[in-house]
């Protein structure tokens, strides 16, 4: 069944290629084609027509009357250009060798069937199943060229040595891209049946930012990603094809090398409905974001990344996979012979940005005064007296000061920040295997002047050959993240960024700086609203350090036992340990009741955290071909998953020595531990059918079993098949058309992701202290430990995907696009519902519901542009998403829960029939008539009922870049979107309600008349104080002035690099020199909501999103790549 | 997977079967102390205290309906009374037997005490069908009418008392009354009493005999028997803890209480009172700036805001609005102040009341001079510095006798006074009785139509979750604002 010279062909093509015609003949038969790009003229036109002709023959009309000469070896078709016999005589004096070897992929891997020849000449061979190549070379210094499909040419001159290993590296460029898909198995992505893309390591690590997963806004089809404003150790969220689940969490899975790891955010969530079980930081007067699992990552380290957007892919990695893998592969294994070095700098310089739009035409004060006299109380209210030249006012103990307006509060308070990486990789390679060592540190400062982010990361790389038929490989990354100060957000009290956003708009913030402290050392009481810590004792005070090790990495070994057959075990676990301490409420801050006599107040928190993950795996892989059309896969494997986690943490209150903050010193001591600990154990096995090259079918079932279920509902089988078809194949006649693909796929995943451990019972908690009886003797105090009612019945959620696709590539791959249409339905959720608190309760965790994501999405690449110097390439990606809630616990329309209370005032809903996420909350009062009521006294009355105001979440995502490249100087910029989606903005809440906003301006005098009617249907006429008129917003609820469409259109990154290597080549030392200049951030093009950056704060949780609170400033960064090779 | 079960088996907190319920029912004790609605709207109604701010403050003060407030009964009553009083009754009565009679009957008199300061303050609510997350998976309760409600608790308050026996195992393990039956039957009893007195007005012929039925079961019978959470450092009370942090500068003694304890020369004002003389701001309410003497205090008005206030306060040639009367929150309203929740003092002047009915035999004037009596003994419980001596009271009663002729005024006069920082009490023999006689808040910015506030609003939670049934409660009572009146407020 091989393949030989009487191969017949059938060939019919009009003025093609010869490339093309080769890639027919490799399509059409078994047979590679191997010449080198400099001999043979590949763009060269033809017109073949032939019926069944033999090859040989075929192949003897192409080359006729050129000076190309072909030879068969074997599988091989090699094409050299026919010498002058004046140059063979010379060669025939060189001395012949023989050299032998192994050729590996990155992991260290065998290939088999590298085409292995002699440059320049048509000897060559092919390795075996083993990587296993022999070759006697017909020249001295001859040069042996490695080539494979999916991976990039290498070129290797023999020197003296016998032996030359050779890794080759995937190629990303190719035709043909080969994508890592579940279990970690390579596929051409033309074989795919369902939609993945691929990010490239330069997208991480050129436009940099403390957390990698945010430079890739923008940029990924499908992929919604949201820097949350929380400092730079801070949460990215990520959704991929929209939020699945009800309820909180959608993360993707995130899986280093093959193995999960943990991607718990530590991100701030108040007021989400519980159940996502996100720790978060939210006691002891601490609400800051600790970040995920992203952040400590090093981009450096990073090879490649693949994201499996849909369930299909996804569904061998089963119930965590529901939202999509982000895989990761780092690095293993240098690229050449011997040790290289490769080190880089990245410097960043962040300015903090100001969106306020505020009022500056009245100052300081309440109802329409000013401050006269010492200690005045109205510090966060700026409805006072209307600045005139002159005027003055006067301040906390007395202090007089101009009555004038003090713009850019923003730029005052905080600093630039500074990003410094700096990475070092050391690589070797050589016959048996190789590594990679980096070294990155990373300190990061962020803008809130005490806050910083530093990271160390090591990561090892390597792979030994232990036999002719078994390897080794392993990666094992460290990190070391210290997070000091990261910013209290996402609440109205005991946070700078509200109480700096809301200060009285005649504050000297030098003198507010300056009297932070009164003659006791405690804070200077500035406001009648205490909780608005001054945000300079909040700076000076407050304290927040987090310190992270984490240690995650895999080892496995794989053994080949037939040419098309291996097996492999594999051990990942990921294991950090997590300390944290954090005063929340400074002893003296104002806002706090007196310790009792004898102590100072404040708090304290201690707390260690430690998680493992452990992951055992198992995989058996057979590849094989049945004649010339037809190749088979089969995969079957096993995973065990272990998680434990746990908290050991003491809180305190009140301390007996001042100013020293430790658990021993508190007078009330609250300690707690608590433990988690899940399992789940899984089956899975894989099918891939492929015919003529053309037809793709592959097919899988997983069956998982989760600890965290009864054991009836404890073990559930779900299915995905996929199909793809290269019609390409059989529209020959269409020659715009590089490559056509269609696809299509159907999966299935089951799910315990929203299912805390012991979720199944009521558990209870003792109270610390003991409270005395009426005889005086202490006695316990008990309650359950949980405002969720339990449930014992819960069954796993369901999650079904359908997926149809069309990849197309036209004139030569200069219009390209990929395009997606996706229905994805997430159903027998479990989701934390709120109920009545009447129940005692606030939710319950119900398994119903179904959502149902229906969206497109779509990447187009464009090269106008394309030769030798100059390059030109546009990429557009698009996405829409709509979310719909089908059913709840019924499928009537209009049944709702809540899943989310805004930290000031205002619901997420979800709500059959309607898009998921429904912001909601009192609106104004209309008549029959739609007139708006007034109240008697001229005030806005509020609805009777909640009102809901649309959907939180964004329906359109995408993003442009357009790049350019001449010679060794690239350009490139991105502007992208988030459209379609609503916010109830509380920093326009509170600058409304503080006298700030510039809608309050109307009525300052003789006040605000509403236009209207009163509740007796009449005109209205009452004229209400402004102050009086606006402060509905809190006391009344009102919410609706404060809603607004959180869409954008932003100038994201520029991007301006050099290829300096040209430069630098002669010396000895450098092997490459590259600089890049970047931006992020650079500006707004449009936005609809005032006052703030539209993505300036977001919790982590999909139960409060679009509920806006004052974060952290949007920064601009500006910086400096640098990198060498050596 | 076998080990599975083993894996989701919590090693670490406890279970229902390992914690003792009375665990639960101390904590229900501890929480029957009131929330800060009291200070924002109850005390503020019965004009004894009020902020002039607004804001989150917003309330009584403006007659204005702020829900991020109105709701804080509600919350804090369901969440952590009802939710552990119905979780102890759900095990309770699980079982076919309860061994345990006598501290079923401690939880329901609890759950029975806060049910009624509930619908006191809402109306309708979730009662029948409440607290039984746990027990009966109801998620949505439905409100049953305030009617129902109250011939139901008088038949479970006389149920549960009656079924307290000494002779049943002791429960000497709670914190309210350390397991001494006697004094839970007068308490209950007295709860009984309460409920009675409650319903004079819309079903005077159940009040009597139910009043009557209390009183021959035996009430408290001194300042020993009160139902009282003695706060701690660990514990502390809620309106201290407001008053004494973000709020300490905000609220301020009514000048209609102040004006009346003065006109009598009541010595109780000097032991609640201080007022910072002179004081233009927060900051210089200091303890050492505080005055404690009677002829000294000047009580705020009604009916001004931040903008008003300060106007008023140079007309009364004080320094700022700091400079009113404060409650002393450094001894009466500090974080470790005793919360009363029902007194002997309040129960003498509730037989007093029915008395001067002729629902029970005895004498008015007795039982009114020993309601006056308790409460000004009461004081030494704040602090031995503001103790009233005994001669003291002597003299204010003889000073203030009882005039049979104008009895129930009088005695609802004191019982306002009885009832200072007892929110909801006050609040609610306020509306009954329409003692004292007040004059309706003059704000110019009111949601109000009616001349007093009657009833607090639902929860924004209720409206967003459990909306069918509030609906029917709304249909059932009138609407869901402070203007709709009570069951027993018609």
Same mark, same amino acid.
């Given at each position: 069944?091989?393949?030989?010279?009487?191969?017949? @062909?059938?060939?019919?093509?009009?003025?093609?290629?010869?490339?093309?015609?080769?890639?027919?003949?490799?399509?059409?038969?078994?047979?590679?084609?191997?010449?080198?790009?400099?001999?043979?003229?590949?763009?060269?036109?033809?017109?073949?027509?032939?019926?069944?002709?033999?090859?040989?023959? %075929?192949?003897?009309?192409?080359?006729?009357?050129?000076?190309?000469?072909?030879?068969?070896?074997?599988?091989?078709?090699?094409? &050299?250009?026919?010498?002058?016999?004046?140059?063979?005589?010379?060669?025939?004096?060189?001395?012949?060798?023989?050299?032998?070897?192994? %050729? &590996?992929?990155?992991?260290?891997?065998?290939?088999?069937?590298?085409?292995?020849?002699?440059?320049?000449?048509?000897?060559?061979?092919?390795?075996?199943?083993?990587?296993?190549?022999?070759?006697?070379?017909?020249?001295?210094?001859?040069?042996?060229?490695?080539? /494979?499909?999916?991976?990039?040419?290498?070129? %290797?001159?023999?020197?003296?040595? !016998?032996?030359?290993?050779?890794?080759?590296?995937?190629?990303?460029?190719?035709?043909?891209?080969?994508?890592?898909?579940?279990?970690?198995?390579?596929?051409?992505?033309?074989?795919?049946?369902?939609?993945?893309?691929?990010?490239?390591?330069?997208?991480?690590?050129?436009?940099?930012?403390?957390?990698?997963?945010?430079?890739?806004?923008?940029?990924?089809?499908?992929?919604?990603?949201?820097?949350?404003?929380?400092?730079?150790?801070?949460?990215?969220?990520?959704?991929?094809?929209?939020?699945?689940?009800?309820?909180?969490?959608?993360?993707?899975? @995130?899986?280093?090398?093959?193995?999960?790891?943990?991607?718990?955010?530590?991100?701030?969530?108040?007021?989400?409905?519980?159940?996502?079980?996100?720790?978060?930081?939210?006691?002891?007067?601490?609400?800051?974001?600790?970040?995920?699992?992203?952040?400590?990552?090093?981009?450096?380290?990073?090879?490649?990344? &693949?994201?499996?957007?849909?369930?299909?892919?996804?569904? *061998?990695?089963?119930?965590?996979?529901?939202?999509?893998? @982000?895989?990761?592969?780092?690095?293993?294994?240098?690229?050449?012979?011997?040790?290289?070095?490769?080190?880089?700098?990245?410097?960043?310089?962040?300015?903090?940005?100001?969106?306020?739009?505020?009022?500056?035409?009245?100052?300081?004060?309440?109802?329409?005064?000013?401050?006269?006299?010492?200690?005045?109380?109205?510090?966060?209210?700026?409805?006072?007296?209307?600045?005139?030249?002159?005027?003055?006012?006067?301040?906390?103990?007395?202090?007089?000061?101009?009555?004038?307006?003090?713009?850019?509060?923003?730029?005052?308070?905080?600093?630039?920040?500074?990003?410094?990486?700096?990475?070092?990789?050391?690589?070797?390679?050589?016959?048996?295997?190789?590594?990679?060592?980096?070294?990155?540190?990373?300190?990061?400062?962020? @803008?809130?002047?005490?806050?910083?982010?530093?990271?160390?990361?090591?990561?090892?790389?390597?792979?030994?050959?232990?036999?002719?038929?078994?390897?080794?490989?392993?990666?094992?990354?460290?990190?070391?993240?210290?997070?000091?100060?990261?910013?209290?957000?996402?609440?109205?009290?005991?946070?700078?960024?509200? !109480?700096?956003? $809301?200060?009285?708009?005649?504050?000297?913030?030098?003198?507010?700086?300056?009297?932070?402290?009164?003659?006791?050392?405690?804070?200077?009481?500035?406001?009648?609203?205490?909780?608005?810590?001054?945000?300079?004792?909040?700076?000076?005070?407050?304290?927040?350090?987090?310190?992270?090790?984490?240690?995650?990495?895999?080892?496995?070994?794989?053994?080949?036992?037939?040419?098309?057959?291996?097996?492999?075990?594999?051990?990942?676990?990921?294991?950090?340990?997590?300390?944290?301490?954090? $005063?929340?409420?400074?002893?003296?801050?104002?806002?706090?009741?007196?310790?009792?006599?004898?102590?100072?107040?404040?708090?304290?928190?201690?707390?260690?955290?430690?998680?493992?993950?452990?992951?055992?795996?198992?995989?058996?892989?057979?590849?094989?071909?049945?004649?010339?059309?037809?190749? *088979?896969?089969?995969?079957?494997?096993?995973?065990?998953?272990?998680?434990?986690?746990?908290?050991?943490?003491?809180?305190?209150?009140?301390?007996?020595?001042?100013?020293?903050?430790?658990?021993?010193?508190?007078?009330?001591?609250?300690?707690?531990?608590?433990?988690?600990?899940?399992?789940?154990?899984?089956?899975?096995?894989?099918?891939?059918?492929?015919?003529?090259?053309?037809?793709?079918?592959?097919?899988?079932?997983?069956?998982?079993?989760?600890?965290?279920?009864?054991?009836?509902?404890?073990?559930?089988?779900?299915?995905?098949?996929?199909?793809?078809?290269?019609?390409?194949?059989?529209?020959?006649?269409?020659?715009?058309?590089?490559?056509?693909?269609?696809?299509?796929?159907?999966?299935?995943?089951?799910?315990?992701?929203?299912?805390?451990?012991?979720?199944?019972?009521?558990?209870?908690?003792? $109270?610390?202290?003991?409270?005395?009886?009426?005889?005086?003797?202490?006695?316990?105090?008990?309650?359950?430990?949980?405002?969720?009612?339990?449930?014992?019945?819960?069954?796993?959620?369901?999650?079904?995907?359908?997926?149809?696709?069309?990849?197309?590539?036209?004139?030569?791959?200069?219009?390209? *696009?990929?395009?997606?249409?996706?229905?994805?339905?997430?159903?027998?959720?479990?989701?934390?519902?709120?109920?009545?608190?009447?129940?005692?309760?606030?939710?319950?965790?119900?398994?119903?519901?179904?959502?149902?994501?229906?969206?497109?999405?779509?990447?187009?690449?464009?090269?106008?542009?394309?030769?030798?110097?100059?390059?030109?390439?546009?990429?557009?990606?698009?996405?829409?998403?709509?979310?719909?809630?089908?059913?709840?616990?019924?499928? &009537?329309?209009?049944?709702?829960?809540?899943?989310?209370?805004?930290?000031?005032?205002?619901?997420?809903?979800?709500?059959?029939?309607?898009?998921?996420?429904?912001?909601?909350?009192?609106?104004?009062?209309?008549?029959?008539?739609?007139?708006?009521?007034?109240?008697?006294?001229?005030?806005?009355?509020?609805?009777?009922?909640?009102?809901?105001?649309?959907?939180?979440?964004?329906?359109?995502?995408?993003?442009?870049?357009?790049?350019?490249?001449?010679?060794?100087?690239?350009?490139?910029?991105?502007?992208?979107?988030?459209?379609?989606?609503?916010?109830?903005?509380?920093?326009?809440?509170?600058?409304?309600?503080?006298?700030?906003?510039?809608?309050?301006?109307?009525?300052?005098?003789?006040?605000?008349?509403?236009?209207?009617?009163?509740?007796?249907?009449?005109?209205?006429?009452?004229?209400?104080?402004?102050?009086?008129?606006?402060?509905?917003?809190?006391?009344?609820?009102?919410?609706?002035?404060?809603?607004?469409?959180?869409?954008?259109?932003?100038?994201?990154?520029?991007?301006?690099?050099?290829?300096?290597?040209?430069?630098?080549?002669? /010396?000895?030392?450098?092997?490459?020199?590259?600089?890049?200049?970047?931006?992020?951030?650079?500006?707004?093009?449009?936005?609809?909501?005032?006052?703030?950056?539209?993505?300036?704060?977001?919790?982590?949780?999909?139960?409060?999103?679009?509920?806006?609170?004052?974060?952290?400033?949007?920064?601009?960064?500006?910086?400096?790549?640098?990198?060498?090779?050596? | 997977?076998?080990?599975?079960?083993?894996?989701?088996?919590?090693?670490?907190?406890?279970?229902?079967?390992?914690?003792?319920?009375?665990?639960?029912?101390?904590?229900?004790?501890?929480?029957?102390?009131?929330?800060?609605?009291?200070?924002?709207?109850?005390?503020?109604?019965?004009?004894?205290?009020?902020?002039?701010?607004?804001?989150?403050?917003?309330?009584?003060?403006?007659?204005?309906?702020?829900?991020?407030?109105?709701?804080?009964?509600?919350?804090?009553?369901?969440?952590?009374?009802?939710?552990?009083?119905?979780?102890? =009754?759900?095990?309770?009565?699980?079982?076919?037997?309860?061994?345990?009679?006598?501290?079923?009957?401690?939880?329901?008199?609890?759950?029975?005490?806060?049910?009624?300061?509930?619908?006191?303050?809402?109306?309708?609510?979730?009662?029948?069908?409440?607290?039984?997350?746990?027990?009966?998976?109801?998620?949505?309760?439905?409100?049953?009418?305030?009617?129902?409600?109250?011939?139901?608790?008088?038949?479970?308050?006389?149920?549960?008392?009656?079924?307290?026996?000494?002779?049943?195992? +002791?429960?000497?393990?709670?914190?309210?009354?350390?397991?001494?039956?006697?004094?839970?039957?007068?308490?209950?009893?007295?709860?009984?009493?309460? =409920?009675?007195?409650?319903?004079?007005?819309?079903?005077?012929?159940?009040?009597?005999?139910?009043?009557?039925?209390?009183?021959?079961?035996?009430?408290?019978?001194?300042?020993?028997?009160?139902?009282?959470?003695?706060?701690?450092?660990?514990?502390?009370?809620?309106?201290?803890?407001?008053?004494?942090?973000?709020?300490?500068?905000?609220?301020?003694?009514?000048?209609?209480?102040?004006?009346?304890?003065?006109?009598?020369?009541?010595?109780?004002?000097?032991?609640?009172?201080?007022?910072?003389?002179?004081?233009?701001?927060?900051?210089?309410?200091?303890?050492?700036?505080?005055?404690?003497?009677?002829?000294?205090?000047?009580?705020?008005?009604?009916?001004?805001?931040?903008?008003?206030?300060?106007?008023?306060?140079?007309?009364?040639? =004080?320094?700022?609005?700091?400079?009113?009367?404060?409650?002393?929150?450094?001894?009466?309203?500090?974080?470790?102040?005793?919360?009363?929740?029902?007194?002997?003092?309040?129960?003498?002047?509730?037989?007093?009341?029915?008395?001067?009915?002729?629902?029970?035999?005895?004498?008015?004037?007795?039982?009114?001079?020993?309601?006056?009596?308790?409460?000004?003994? =009461?004081?030494? +419980?704040?602090?031995?510095?503001?103790?009233?001596?005994?001669?003291?009271?002597?003299?204010?009663?003889?000073?203030?006798?009882?005039?049979?002729?104008?009895?129930?005024?009088?005695?609802?006069?004191?019982?306002?006074?009885?009832?200072?920082?007892?929110?909801?009490?006050?609040?609610?023999?306020?509306?009954?009785?329409?003692?004292?006689?007040?004059?309706?808040?003059?704000?110019?910015?009111?949601?109000?139509?009616?001349?007093?506030?009657?009833?607090?609003?639902?929860?924004?939670?209720?409206?967003?979750?459990?909306?069918?049934?509030?609906?029917?409660?709304?249909?059932?009572?009138?609407?869901?604002?402070?203007?709709?009146?009570?069951?027993?407020?018609?």
């Amino acid at each position: 069944n091989t393949s030989s010279a009487d191969t017949e @062909i059938t060939l019919q093509l009009k003025n093609v290629s010869l490339e093309k015609v080769f890639q027919e003949i490799e399509s059409l038969t078994s047979f590679k084609v191997l010449y080198n790009d400099n001999q043979v003229n590949y763009n060269r036109k033809v017109s073949v027509s032939y019926v069944k002709a033999p090859l040989k023959g %075929v192949l003897t009309d192409l080359f006729q009357d050129t000076s190309i000469t072909f030879e068969i070896l074997d599988t091989q078709i090699i094409l &050299t250009r026919s010498l002058p016999s004046s140059i063979i005589k010379d060669t025939e004096a060189k001395v012949q060798q023989d050299i032998s070897g192994v %050729v &590996t992929d990155t992991n260290g891997m065998p290939l088999p069937g590298v085409s292995v020849v002699e440059k320049g000449t048509s000897n060559g061979t092919a390795t075996d199943f083993d990587g296993n190549y022999s070759l006697a070379t017909q020249n001295a210094n001859a040069v042996l060229v490695f080539s /494979s499909i999916g991976f990039a040419t290498k070129e %290797v001159s023999v020197n003296q040595s !016998a032996t030359i290993n050779v890794q080759l590296v995937e190629d990303s460029e190719a035709l043909d891209e080969v994508v890592v898909t579940a279990l970690g198995i390579k596929q051409e992505t033309r074989k795919l049946g369902y939609s993945v893309a691929k990010v490239d390591a330069e997208e991480v690590n050129v436009n940099r930012s403390s957390n990698f997963m945010n430079t890739l806004q923008g940029k990924v089809a499908g992929v919604n990603v949201s820097a949350l404003g929380t400092g730079p150790g801070g949460s990215s969220k990520v959704r991929i094809r929209g939020q699945s689940s009800i309820s909180g969490t959608n993360n993707p899975l @995130i899986v280093v090398n093959g193995v999960p790891i943990d991607n718990t955010s530590f991100g701030t969530n108040i007021g989400s409905s519980g159940g996502s079980g996100e720790p978060g930081t939210s006691s002891g007067g601490v609400y800051s974001d600790g970040g995920d699992g992203f952040s400590s990552i090093n981009p450096d380290d990073i090879e490649s990344m &693949t994201i499996l957007k849909g369930a299909t892919g996804a569904a *061998l990695y089963g119930s965590r996979a529901k939202d999509g893998v @982000i895989m990761i592969t780092t690095k293993t294994r240098g690229t050449g012979q011997g040790i290289g070095v490769n080190y880089t700098l990245s410097i960043a310089n962040q300015t903090p940005l100001d969106f306020t739009d505020y009022q500056y035409e009245y100052g300081q004060g309440e109802n329409g005064v000013r401050p006269t006299s010492a200690n005045p109380t109205s510090g966060q209210w700026s409805f006072g007296e209307r600045f005139q030249p002159g005027m003055t006012q006067i301040l906390f103990d007395g202090v007089e000061v101009p009555y004038e307006p003090v713009y850019d509060r923003i730029k005052e308070f905080y600093r630039n920040g500074l990003d410094i990486t700096n990475s070092i990789g050391l690589s070797g390679n050589s016959e048996k295997g190789g590594f990679n060592l980096s070294l990155s540190n990373l300190e990061s400062k962020g @803008i809130t002047p005490n806050n910083e982010f530093k990271r160390i990361n090591v990561g090892l790389g390597a792979s030994y050959l232990l036999s002719k038929n078994l390897s080794f490989t392993t990666n094992i990354n460290y990190s070391n993240e210290e997070n000091t100060n990261p910013p209290n957000v996402g609440q109205q009290d005991n946070t700078i960024p509200v !109480a700096l956003f $809301n200060m009285a708009n005649s504050m000297p913030l030098d003198l507010l700086d300056q009297k932070k402290f009164d003659e006791n050392g405690n804070e200077f009481v500035y406001s009648r609203f205490r909780n608005r810590t001054n945000p300079y004792f909040t700076l000076s005070e407050q304290f927040n350090n987090i310190e992270r090790d984490r240690i995650f990495g895999n080892a496995s070994l794989k053994y080949n036992f037939l040419p098309w057959l291996f097996g492999q075990v594999r051990v990942g676990q990921d294991y950090w340990s997590r300390d944290q301490e954090y $005063n929340g409420y400074p002893t003296g801050q104002a806002s706090r009741p007196p310790a009792p006599e004898g102590f100072v107040n404040g708090t304290y928190t201690q707390e260690v955290r430690r998680f493992r993950e452990t992951n055992v795996d198992f995989l058996l892989s057979a590849d094989k071909d049945f004649g010339d059309d037809f190749s *088979l896969g089969v995969n079957f494997g096993g995973n065990k998953m272990r998680r434990q986690a746990d908290v050991y943490q003491t809180n305190v209150t009140d301390f007996i020595i001042r100013d020293l903050y430790t658990v021993q010193n508190g007078r009330i001591k609250n300690p707690n531990y608590s433990f988690a600990d899940r399992s789940t154990n899984s089956l899975y096995g894989a099918l891939n059918l492929s015919f003529k090259d053309t037809y793709f079918l592959s097919a899988t079932a997983r069956n998982d079993w989760f600890s965290t279920l009864s054991s009836e509902n404890r073990g559930i089988l779900y299915p995905s098949v996929s199909a793809s078809y290269v019609f390409s194949n059989a529209l020959d006649n269409m020659e715009w058309l590089t490559f056509g693909k269609l696809r299509a796929a159907y999966a299935e995943v089951g799910s315990d992701t929203d299912v805390l451990p012991y979720s199944d019972a009521l558990f209870y908690n003792i $109270n610390a202290n003991l409270f005395a009886n009426s005889n005086g003797q202490f006695q316990p105090v008990g309650a359950p430990n949980t405002n969720t009612l339990p449930n014992p019945n819960l069954r796993p959620m369901r999650v079904s995907e359908t997926e149809f696709g069309l990849d197309l590539r036209m004139f030569n791959s200069r219009v390209n *696009l990929d395009l997606s249409v996706y229905r994805k339905s997430t159903f027998d959720q479990i989701i934390p519902a709120q109920i009545s608190n009447a129940s005692g309760f606030l939710s319950t965790l119900i398994n119903s519901g179904e959502n149902r994501n229906q969206g497109v999405e779509a990447l187009l690449t464009l090269v106008p542009i394309q030769n030798e110097d100059i390059r030109y390439d546009i990429t557009l990606n698009a996405s829409y998403n709509k979310t719909k809630v089908v059913s709840l616990l019924t499928d &009537t329309p209009g049944e709702s829960i809540v899943v989310g209370t805004h930290a000031f005032n205002g619901f997420l809903y979800q709500v059959v029939g309607e898009e998921i996420g429904q912001l909601a909350g009192f609106g104004y009062k209309f008549d029959e008539q739609g007139r708006q009521i007034f109240a008697d006294d001229g005030r806005p009355l509020r609805s009777d009922d909640i009102v809901f105001f649309g959907s939180a979440l964004p329906k359109w995502v995408g993003g442009i870049t357009n790049s350019f490249r001449y010679k060794n100087f690239n350009a490139s910029f991105l502007i992208d979107f988030k459209l379609g989606g609503k916010m109830i903005s509380g920093t326009n809440f509170n600058a409304t309600r503080h006298g700030l906003h510039k809608m309050t301006l109307e009525g300052r005098e003789g006040g605000v008349i509403g236009d209207g009617v009163n509740q007796a249907g009449q005109p209205n006429t009452v004229a209400t104080p402004a102050q009086t008129y606006w402060e509905v917003v809190r006391s009344q609820q009102l919410i609706e002035p404060i809603v607004y469409d959180s869409g954008y259109w932003k100038f994201r990154q520029l991007n301006l690099g050099y290829d300096l290597t040209d430069l630098v080549q002669d /010396s000895t030392f450098f092997q490459g020199l590259t600089v890049s200049l970047f931006a992020n951030n650079l500006f707004i093009i449009k936005k609809w909501v005032p006052n703030i950056d539209p993505d300036s704060f977001g919790y982590s949780s999909d139960n409060v999103s679009g509920l806006e609170s004052t974060g952290v400033p949007t920064t601009r960064s500006i910086g400096l790549n640098l990198n060498c090779k050596f | 997977d076998k080990n599975f079960d083993e894996i989701n088996t919590n090693n670490v907190d406890p279970t229902s079967e390992s914690v003792d319920p009375i665990f639960l029912l101390n904590n229900a004790i501890i929480n029957t102390s009131f929330s800060n609605a009291q200070l924002i709207y109850d005390l503020g109604v019965v004009q004894q205290i009020i902020s002039p701010n607004s804001g989150v403050l917003t309330g009584a003060n403006y007659n204005q309906d702020n829900r991020d407030v109105t709701d804080d009964h509600w919350v804090k009553y369901y969440e952590n009374v009802i939710k552990n009083t119905g979780d102890i =009754l759900g095990q309770l009565q699980a079982e076919d037997a309860p061994d345990r009679p006598n501290l079923l009957q401690m939880t329901r008199l609890v759950q029975a005490l806060t049910f009624m300061i509930l619908t006191d303050e809402y109306g309708d609510i979730p009662y029948s069908e409440a607290g039984k997350g746990v027990s009966d998976q109801i998620v949505l309760p439905a409100y049953d009418s305030q009617e129902a409600i109250y011939a139901d608790l008088i038949n479970e308050v006389k149920e549960a008392t009656a079924g307290l026996s000494a002779s049943a195992p +002791s429960e000497n393990g709670e914190v309210l009354y350390s397991g001494d039956i006697a004094k839970w039957k007068k308490f209950g009893n007295s709860l009984l009493l309460r =409920l009675g007195m409650h319903i004079s007005e819309v079903n005077p012929t159940l009040a009597e005999q139910t009043v009557s039925d209390a009183f021959e079961a035996g009430l408290m019978e001194s300042n020993e028997d009160n139902y009282v959470i003695r706060h701690d450092n660990n514990f502390t009370n809620n309106a201290g803890s407001l008053l004494n942090s973000t709020e300490a500068n905000n609220f301020y003694m009514v000048s209609t209480f102040v004006d009346f304890l003065s006109s009598t020369n009541d010595p109780r004002l000097q032991s609640l009172a201080l007022r910072f003389v002179g004081a233009t701001s927060g900051p210089e309410q200091t303890v050492e700036a505080g005055v404690k003497d009677a002829e000294e205090q000047v009580g705020m008005p009604m009916g001004y805001d931040n903008g008003t206030i300060g106007g008023v306060a140079s007309d009364l040639g =004080l320094a700022s609005f700091y400079d009113f009367t404060q409650v002393d929150r450094f001894l009466v309203a500090k974080q470790t102040a005793p919360m009363y929740i029902i007194t002997y003092s309040q129960t003498q002047l509730l037989l007093a009341e029915a008395a001067t009915r002729g629902w029970i035999g005895g004498d008015a004037e007795t039982f009114y001079n020993e309601g006056v009596r308790a409460h000004m003994q =009461l004081m030494a +419980s704040y602090d031995e510095s503001v103790a009233i001596m005994e001669e003291e009271i002597d003299t204010y009663l003889t000073e203030n006798p009882f005039d049979t002729a104008n009895a129930l005024e009088q005695i609802g006069n004191q019982y306002w006074i009885s009832c200072f920082l007892n929110g909801p009490e006050a609040f609610a023999n306020f509306r009954r009785t329409g003692f004292p006689d007040l004059d309706s808040n003059p704000y110019p910015a009111q949601d109000i139509s009616t001349e007093f506030i009657n009833r607090l609003t639902y929860p924004n939670s209720e409206v967003a979750t459990n909306n069918e049934n509030l609906g029917a409660a709304v249909s059932r009572m009138g609407a869901d604002n402070l203007d709709t009146n009570v069951w027993w407020d018609q």
